[in-house]
């Protein structure tokens, strides 16, 4: 694979698939996206809690990247954390997502980046519930939901 391309898990498909990265100037993820999408996965924004993003699955399918459409957790996966925010304790595989350290806001924390596009979602924290023991924190308008059929 060449540096444009990467592996990551398809839910579609579902094996492992070899795409390209997302890359857009600007301009063209501000015309893809509404502003408060721009303002989280572009510039690294939170949206206020409340799971303001507007995501209550039903039935089979796949939260996705907004930016890209890259799968990034499934509804399984996700629990009620308390905080206002989607939870889940894992995503759907470990290469779909990314993360760096986060030293911004007076604060160290592990940021969690869509490994597609760059799109910052959330954070991730050691206080989930098993079997992981981690809270990916997501803003939800950085996701979209999908459904599949079962």
């Known amino acids: 694979m060449n540096e444009e391309q990467l592996r990551v898990y398809s839910v579609r498909v579902g094996r492992y698939i070899v795409t390209h990265r997302v890359e857009k100037s600007d301009e063209e993820w501000r015309a893809q996206l509404t502003p408060e999408q721009y303002a989280i996965t572009r510039q690294k924004g939170t949206e206020a809690p409340c799971f303001t993003g507007g995501h209550e699955p039903s039935g089979t399918g796949v939260y996705e990247c907004v930016c890209c459409g890259n799968d990034l957790f499934y509804p399984k996966e996700k629990f009620e954390s308390g905080t206002g925010w989607p939870s889940f304790w894992?995503?759907?595989?470990?290469?779909?997502?990314?993360?760096?350290?986060?030293?911004?806001?007076g604060m160290v924390r592990t940021e969690v980046m869509c490994a597609r596009c760059d799109a910052h979602l959330g954070h991730v924290f050691p206080d989930g519930p098993p079997p992981t023991g981690l809270r990916y924190c997501i803003n939800g308008v950085a996701l979209r939901y999908v459904a599949l059929e079962p």
């Open 90 to 105: 894992q995503p759907v595989a470990p290469e779909n997502i990314k993360t760096e350290a986060d030293t911004s806001h």
